[in-house]
């Protein structure tokens, strides 16, 4: 897929862990995972508001378009 998710550099950036982030927004701690590990399909604009609120950070901190082999979009 040609979005990658840094949800990691980012804590790590905040010395914040998965587990303090999902108490304070709100979102489970499996859910969260799938996100950082780049399982989801999709990612709803209100919880890409609450991340960002409580990141202090911009949606292009954690979403990351990076175009497949030869700029192609792969099918899944």
Avoid: H, W
């Avoid at 990691?8 to 982030?21: A, G, H, I, W, Y």
């Avoid at 609120?53 to 175009?67: N, T």
């Amino acid at each position: 897929m040609a979005i990658k998710v840094n949800l990691d550099r980012v804590l790590l950036d905040r010395k914040m862990s998965l587990t303090e982030l999902a108490e304070r927004v709100g979102i489970t701690l499996a859910n969260l995972s799938i996100l950082k590990t780049g399982k989801a399909r999709a990612v709803r604009f209100s919880t890409l508001d609450l991340l960002c609120r409580e990141l202090d950070c911009q949606p292009a901190d954690i979403l990351v378009y990076e175009p497949d082999e030869e700029g192609k979009l792969v099918a899944e």
